[in-house]
């Protein structure tokens, strides 16, 4: 079964919980979420000084068992480039480690993509290894970066 996560609030920001149906609508069908049952659907962020949406946050994968999960994120263009999807980010990990009990928060990065490589390394995240020939949504085998976090490095430096 599927839950949704409460609404989380950062200095600049407001994370929403987003129906997954408005967030494909939104984005077009090869949208962030993943329908497998018992994942939280992402946050839509909402800048605070315009309540305009300007991105997506959430988990895409979460294995319960393992106490492991990956994040997905997506901003628009006119917001990247100041830190507002690292303080987005901030707070879905916190949210992951706090409440969710996460032991370990993955995210896979295309090395064509070095915004998202200097985002996930600014929140703590250390690229640990490239995973080759990659499944994913409707596209073909695509090679990424590995980036990951452990609870352990979370409290030493979150």
Known sequence: MSWTPPPLDTKRLHLRPQPIASQE??????????????????????????DKAIGFVGFIRWERDTGCAEIGFWLERAHRGQGLMAEALRSVLAFGFNRMGLDRIEALCQPSNPASERVLSRIGMQREGIVRGHLHAKAEPETFHLYAITRADWLRTG
């Open 25 to 50: 609508k939104a984005r077009g069908s090869n949208s962030l979420p993943n329908r497998r049952l018992g994942l939280p659907s992402n946050w839509q962020i909402f800048h605070k000084a315009t």
